[in-house]
């Protein structure tokens, strides 16, 4: 194992806790629905207020979507997992408590991998459990109040917990994103971190290598990966001077404000024992069958190392390619289609990852919401390998496509007229008047000049106005050169 990087001589040590709202239609204890952007309190049934005699009852989906969750990391799945009680006050906290996962949780173990700086890294789980969220407390717009919103209270969640594996901000970061792209793989949450569906909290600390474990900050509820990383370099840098100078860190948790790229202590941090953890009364252990788990793994879409693999071994992508298209479910799914369509993987590939992914990139885009449908950029590959436009000719059709996504690939290019030159005998008068046009070129490159034969292909294609196939160009100037 490598030694790990330091900063100013400190090893930096982070894990996360995860949150992934699951991606059920209703909470995790009741049946009031989990819409985001409802009107405050309109989606708190008596359940999520705490009523008086008011009783939780399991959502079997948010059960389903944990199992699913433990069978991708390779986690073990608790065939009997507990409720417990989380006791502390806060005013979006109706009922005093919040009802999490403690002792027994549903999800123990597993690993997650991703690739930092063309290495493999893992980062291990601890656990996962199952718990509700709390309701939200509104500061804005309340002259000097705070308002209350309850519509969030019971959403379920599933908290994932990591192992302190991580080194730098950048693996924090590369972990949090796999860990993102994996849950929304599977479906079990929209990874949507504007409206709080996956959030992070990075617990930081840093020592002398070899040293024990120094104290730990948490910094809560980071829900971009920029802030993540932006959060944890700041924290690192505070804790060192800290030590530099002499004093000590404590054991607090902190919030990171984005406007000024600072965290600051929110409150001493609790440990366990301050939440007087116990076994919730109202809910009964839950047991988790085998034939469950079974029903559940049937259910599971192919995992992106498995389709990586496969587009490796079956259409031939070198890795790095093949890691490219499974960058997401619906990116995949968009390759298979362009692929299965055109028959020319490579191309497919080589398509999505420059022109489609340089368009979404500057549209702020996902591949689902792609105005180029897939069928209509497996005919431009198609046009491309048949020979009927050459490669500048079809980025000429390709933005005609993407402006127009009703535009046919045939009639954008006939209107456009970028069919490439198939008369043999046309291109090879074209050679030949190039030939006698560029005495100096032929002497050059007879000379051992290969840049000069480059230049002979340029003024073969600019004196076809860019029709010419270039291999067929380099060909007949090569055979009429004698090379």
């Known amino acids: 194992m490598n030694a790990p990087a330091l900063t100013r001589g400190f090893e930096v040590v982070i894990g996360l806790e995860t949150h992934a709202q699951l991606s059920t239609v209703s909470k995790i ?13 309109t989606q708190a049934c008596a359940v999520d207020l705490a009523l008086p005699g008011t009783l939780p009852v399991m959502n079997r989906g948010a059960v389903e979507r944990a199992i699913k969750f433990g069978l991708a990391v390779g986690a073990k799945v608790a065939p009997l997992s507990i409720f417990a009680r989380k006791n502390y006050f806060y005013p979006d906290l109706p009922k005093g408590y919040q009802i999490s996962q403690y002792e027994i949780p549903v999800v123990q173990g597993g690993q997650v991998g991703f690739m930092l700086d063309g290495q493999q890294r893992t980062v291990r789980l601890t656990r996962a459990h199952l718990e509700e969220d709390a309701g939200k407390s509104l500061h804005e717009d309340f002259a000097g109040a705070t308002g209350i919103d309850l519509n969030r209270a019971g959403t379920p969640l599933l908290e994932i917990v990591s192992e302190p594996d991580m080194r730098s901000s950048a693996e924090a970061v590369e972990y949090a994103k796999a860990l993102h792209a994996l849950v929304v793989w599977l479906g079990i949450c929209d990874g949507n971190m504007q409206e709080g569906s996956f959030r992070c909290d990075a617990n930081v600390s840093v020592r002398r290598p070899g040293a024990a474990l120094g104290t730990r900050r948490e ?35 902190v919030l990171f404000n984005p406007d000024s790229g600072e965290t600051r202590a929110m409150r001493s941090k609790e440990d366990a024992h301050d939440y007087r953890y116990f076994p919730d009364p109202d809910l009964p252990p839950l047991v988790i069958s085998p034939d469950w788990i079974d029903q559940v793994r049937q259910q599971m879409p192919e995992l ?16 790095q390619d093949a890691l490219l298209m499974t960058q997401s479910l619906a990116f995949a799914l968009y ?36 105005p180029l449908s897939a069928a209509s950029l497996a005919a431009l590959i198609g046009r491309v390998a048949d020979g009927t436009v050459s490669n500048s000719g079809a980025r000429q059709v390709f933005e005609a496509l993407w402006q127009d996504p009703s535009a046919e690939v045939d009639a954008v290019i006939e209107s456009k007229g970028l069919q490439q030159m198939r008369d043999s005998g046309a291109l090879q008068a074209i050679v030949d008047e190039v030939l006698q046009a560029n005495a100096k070129s032929v002497e050059e490159f007879r000379a051992g000049k290969d840049k000069a034969f480059n230049a002979l292909v340029g003024q073969v294609m600019k004196a076809s106005k860019g029709k010419a196939n270039p291999t067929q160009a380099a060909e007949l100037l090569r055979r009429a050169l004698g090379a």
Not at 222 to 230: A, D, I, K, V, W
Not at 304 to 319: T, V, Y
Not at 338 to 366: F, H, S
Request: aromatic residues 8%; contains cysteine; charged residues 20%.
């Open 29 to 41: 204890f009741s049946g009031a629905s989990t819409h985001f952007g409802a009107a405050p309190n």
């Open 335 to 370: 390759y298979e289609a362009v692929r299965d369509a055109c028959k020319q993987p490579k191309l497919a590939a080589n398509w999505l990852m420059g022109e489609v992914a340089k368009r979404l990139n500057a549209q702020g885009l996902e591949i689902g919401a792609a």
């Open 304 to 319: 992106p190392a498995a389709m990586a693999q496969r587009f490796e071994q079956q259409d031939g992508l070198p890795a």
């Open 219 to 253: 910094i809560k509820n980071l829900n971009s990966f920029r802030f993540l990383q932006q959060a944890i370099d700041f924290e690192v840098q505070w804790q060192i001077d800290r030590l530099e100078d002499g004093l000590s860190v404590h054991q607090a948790t």
